[in-house]
């Protein structure tokens, strides 16, 4: 009894941070990308408002959306330093040594990361829209807009959600994606593709204009940056398919799996990219080493970097045959699973005790809904 008043009294603390209404038709763009009109916040009792979705829908939604945001966030933070400023994606003037450093991993980085920064920008603003089209509450974090920025020439000097200049980077996706015989769904685990940026806290911008040289360290923050970029939309190119499966209306499950395999683009691109990483030993940071990954002791299809596309493994059951899948798709947990995993990884350093519980109550809503039956079901 005491933990369901404690849930009900989250709930009703965060009310504050999630918007009611509907969005004005043709809400404000900025080029081409778009930007919500903001509504104010008003308190409704300890549940948000699923207006026409149903609950389970409209949570699912909303953490989608609320993830989108932080995604948002973080690949603004990268447009500003080594992208492509212009109307599309606005904030910031570039570093031309990273973005130098950058395009040693391709000679259109800049090209692709002012892309995938659109696009995480028009599915958070368009999630938000169809929330409150359906009269259902949607996600303003903007409260928490309280990191600080890069002092690099370049950056804009604002309040962020994400911070990049810390991270512990996960590069088991590597190994996971070349397995033939593993899969995450069984439990199973993988070797790190860069085992040092799996320890430790590693900057994936520069953090000041001193971090611009000497050429091998601002290559160890370009480096770091193209891993980390694969590990960011792996997730995203999980989570959609895995919450796909408690998603009730036809429409949402439309916008779900419309959106996912978007992720899943940005994911293989990325994938590619880090395969270009030079190897090197950060010269500032000595136990942040980027080895090459054809050659022992890694080498063979676990490691090979011209294998981009996900290897056949087993799915479903082990007496199937093998099955080139997207890897993991279990939807038990998977929000909550997502929210670890950003958290994990050194991307939410700093932020208050609030945001936590704030996410995580999104999180906890998402992985408690349901697939319904509804009307022509079958």
Known sequence: ???????????????????????????????????????????????????????GDASILRFLAAAEILETDLWQQYNELGGIQDSEVPGGSGSPLYTAALKVLDGD????????????????????AYLASKGADTVDLDRFRTLPSSKATGAQNIGRLTNLMQLTVD?????????????????????QAIPSLAAGKHPAIPRNDGDLGPNDHIQAIANTAGFHFGSIEQGGTSLYPSLAQRVTNVEVLRIVLSIGPTEAMHFQTWEDKAGNAPALTDPTDPSLVFPNLNVAPFGGEDFQTNLIMPEPTIFLSRSFPACSIVRPTHTKGAAMGALKGLTASGLFLGQSKEFFAFLTDLAEDADDARRECERGDE
Request: charged share 25%; aromatic share 8%.
């Open 1 to 55: 009894m005491k933990e369901d008043i404690s849930k009900a009294n989250h709930k009703a603390n965060r009310r504050s941070f999630l918007k009611k209404g509907v969005l004005a038709a043709g809400a404000a763009t900025a080029g081409a990308g778009l930007i919500a009109t903001r509504l104010s916040a008003v308190s409704h009792g300890p549940e948000e408002k699923s207006g026409r979705l149903t609950p």
């Open 109 to 128: 980085m800049d090209q692709y990361i002012h892309d995938n920064t659109e696009d995480e920008l028009t599915h958070e603003v368009f999630i938000n």
């Open 171 to 191: 590069t088991s996706w590597w190994t996971r994606y070349r397995s033939r015989t593993k899969n995450p769904d069984f439990g199973d685990t993988f070797s």
